[in-house]
């Protein structure tokens, strides 16, 4: 299609027409003109709002549907839709299936029903056969059908062995390897963070060091191994330290953080609401303080919503038997964009993530591929179950003021728009 956006302010930190207001022409999909003033023409399609800002397309490096398997939760068409409007370009899709997508036909399945939709959607298929830990799955052969990590989703890796043999092996064909910081004798069947205040609750509590002892090992498996490995959405201010003492070192070790543990703390608790039961659990609020300066010097790459659906019967319940997660790409954009710097934060959902992942980088310029996410980053509101536009409405950020709006995106030749 053709459009023509216009007054934009592009924010690009890699272009020179970053923080400028321009005009945009898009032909067949291509960007073919940016300027300060385009001249409309009646055969193409305008675009004009309020403050309205471009960045490239926005990805999201964690988000849970529930099909194959579990379609009450969400369903691919419903959460792509959510994705686009949420202001995502592209997602990286967890194998918290059933079956798990831990072979090359699940891995196929999941591209194929996400092929018409606007945003791309990028499998992460099981580390392991089904996503139990015992024994490695065929890596070499999702990866050729395009996976492009391998994680065994919320599931730490209990044997050292495992993922040391693993590591080694993902090097002959330059695999990224996702190992979820939890040291589960440790966690011990916890249900919230250690704190004093979580005590007082009586809620089971989950040290720090659950996530930190994991953190070590893991890191002398890399240092022994070589190899390239992801720590997904560390919780406490020494798994921040850890990190950067490793890439410091040389190490090729990455690390991502999820919108509410960038903005919520343990303090939600207070009436046993089961929307803000995650894993790992909401942390104090020295700990948040510690995560956003991790973003901000960039020992964290990525930013990520962590969007797992969950059906009414599996999150209305006691908080000690309801299922952890919640979903978080609606309400992502305003919540991040309260607490962290416009500029910074662009980064770490568009560059940064596509880095780790070895994925295609877009660009803002003539001739390329428009792949943008249009907002309004001022606006302040509250969020509501009105805004929610997943099957499951398990959201930790109900009654949360947010600032900034998604408008939509434009990619794969598609326009969608809020």
């Given at each position: ?8 302010v ?29 001249k ?46 949420s ?11 059933h ?5 090359r ?61 693993t ?99 343990d ?16 942390r ?9 300066k991790?973003v ?97 409405n398990n ?6 003021d ?17």
């Open positions: 299609m053709n459009l023509l956006i216009k007054s934009a592009i924010i690009d930190k890699k272009s020179p027409l970053h923080r400028k207001k321009r005009d945009v022409l898009i032909e067949k999909g291509v960007i073919t003109k940016i300027a300060a003033t385009i409309a023409s009646k055969s193409i399609k305008e675009l004009k709002l309020p403050n309205l800002h471009l960045s490239v397309g926005w990805f999201d490096s964690s988000v849970s549907f529930g099909e194959p398997g579990y379609e009450e939760r969400e369903t691919i068409k419903n959460g792509m839709q959510t994705a686009a409007k202001g995502f370009t592209a997602i990286a899709i967890n194998p918290i299936t079956p798990i997508t831990d072979n036909a699940s891995v196929e399945y999941l591209l194929s029903k996400a092929s018409p939709f606007a945003t791309d959607l990028y499998p992460i298929a099981s580390l392991t056969k089904k996503a139990e830990g015992e024994e490695m799955a065929e890596l070499y052969d999702m990866q050729q059908a395009g996976a492009i990590a391998f994680n065994d989703y919320k599931r730490p890796i209990k044997n050292p062995n495992l993922l040391k043999v590591l080694q092996y993902a090097q002959a064909f330059n695999g990224l390897l996702m190992s979820f910081p939890k040291d589960e004798l440790i966690s011990n069947q916890a249900v919230a963070n250690e704190s004093d205040f979580t005590i007082e609750t009586g809620l089971k509590g989950n040290p720090n060091l659950a996530e930190e002892l994991q953190i070590i090992r893991d890191l002398y498996l890399l240092e022994y191994t070589g190899g390239r490995l992801h720590i997904p959405t560390i919780s406490t201010s020494k798994s921040v330290k850890l990190i950067n003492d490793a890439q410091n070192k040389g190490l090729d070790i990455t690390c991502s953080v999820s919108a509410h543990h960038l903005t919520l703390s303090q939600e608790l207070v009436n046993f609401n089961s929307n803000y039961k995650v894993n790992p659990p909401l104090t609020k020295k700990e948040i303080k510690a995560l956003q991790g901000k010097d960039g020992t964290i790459a990525i930013v990520t919503s962590d969007h797992r659906p969950l059906d009414i019967e599996n999150k209305k319940k006691e908080f000690d038997y309801a299922k952890y997660g919640t979903i978080g790409m609606e309400s992502f954009f305003g919540a991040v964009n309260s607490v962290l710097e416009l500029d910074d934060f662009i980064d770490n959902i568009t560059y940064k993530p596509r880095a780790v992942f070895h994925i295609n980088q877009p660009e803002i310029k003539e001739g390329a591929k428009a792949n943008l996410t249009f907002f309004e980053p001022d606006t302040k509101w509250t969020f509501s179950e009105n805004d929610i536009l997943s099957t499951s959201s930790a950020f109900i009654g949360k947010l600032k900034g709006k998604v408008y939509g995106i434009f990619n794969k030749n598609k326009l969608v728009l809020t």
